[in-house]
């Protein structure tokens, strides 16, 4: 049974375990220690699913909760892949949000034929420095 929270925190390691268990490593600095201390302790909302005490699902957001909400990683463990953990960590994730906040991401190549299954639109104008 997967169980989840919103107020549960994650350790680095637990992170960079479910970075790789995911294969999200592959794009994310998982090498980079400070950097990812900065991701986890940093972030705004961190939406996590569990079995047992094994950390199988992170929806890791940066937020005002009011007007716009960066969902930056959203991440999986292969084992437990199409199960529908993704789908209900961005509904709670919502959960978090005011109604009128924008959820925002940028999709792995991978990834690019699931978002629209859950209702995100495609912006024609993002734009990234760095
Ligand atoms: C992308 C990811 C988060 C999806 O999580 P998940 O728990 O496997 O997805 P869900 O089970 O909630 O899937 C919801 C629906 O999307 C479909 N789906 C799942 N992964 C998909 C993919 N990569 N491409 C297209 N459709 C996908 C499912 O079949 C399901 O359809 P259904 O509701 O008709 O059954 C997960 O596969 C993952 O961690 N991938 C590697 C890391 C990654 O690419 N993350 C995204 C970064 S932007």
Redesign the pocket.
């Known amino acids: 049974m997967i169980e989840y929270a919103t107020q549960r925190a994650i350790t680095t390691e637990q992170f960079i375990q479910l970075l790789k268990s ?3 490593a592959e ?1 994310r600095p998982v090498d980079d220690q400070a950097c990812i201390e900065k991701m986890v302790n940093g972030a705004d909302l961190m939406v996590t699913a569990w079995q047992a005490d094994v950390l199988v ?1 992170v929806a890791r957001s940066v937020t005002d909760f009011g007007y716009c909400c960066y969902l930056s ?6 084992s ?10 961005i509904e709670l994730t919502r959960a978090q949000l005011d109604a009128e906040c924008k959820l925002i ?4 190549p ?5 978002y629209p ?2 209702g995100f639109c495609r912006h024609p104008s993002a734009w990234v420095m760095g």
Do not use: P
């Open positions: 995911s294969t999200l794009r699902g990683d959203l991440a999986v463990a292969q437990h892949q199409r199960q529908g953990i993704g789908r209900r960590l991401l940028l999709s792995a991978a990834a690019q034929s699931y299954q859950l």
